[in-house]
Nanobody, 117 residues
Framework: QVQLVESGGGLVQAGGSLRLSCAASLRIARINAMAWHRQAPGKQREPVATITSGGSTNYLNAVKGRFTISRDNANNTVYLQMNSLKPEDTAVYYC???????????WGQGTQVTVSS
């Protein structure tokens, strides 16, 4: 059973930075896409950033130019560098990986990011 372990969340002032990490508990031969989603209190969960196996990235408009997703395939790890954080970025952030064959999706338990004004 694959488990994803997230780290790097916390409390930061507006304008600050955080780097989230997410590693798979088992060595996985083939990971397709990796992603970060977030869910703020009272709101629906939304995709923040995705990265394909080929390295193509896609971002939520609200975070473009501030967040960067990257991956380390050798270590089955995905990162989210978050700069110029805003209070509206406050949410629980979840990482996800799509594993081949079959694109089976796994999700982490979530890590809290709180941005104070």
């Amino acid at each position: 059973q694959v488990q994803l372990v997230e780290s790097g969340g916390g409390l930061v002032q507006a304008g600050g930075s955080l780097r989230l990490s997410c590693a798979a508990s088992l060595r996985i031969a083939r990971i397709n896409a990796m992603a970060w989603h977030r869910q703020a209190p009272g709101k629906q969960r939304e995709p923040v950033a995705t990265i394909t196996s080929g390295g193509s990235t896609n971002y939520l408009n609200a975070v473009k130019g501030r967040f960067t997703i990257s991956r380390d395939n050798a270590n089955n790890t995905v990162y989210l560098q978050m700069n110029s954080l805003k209070p509206e970025d406050t949410a629980v952030y979840y990482c996800g990986m799509s594993v081949l064959p079959g694109n089976v999706n796994y999700w982490g338990q979530g890590t809290q990011v709180t941005v104070s004004s």
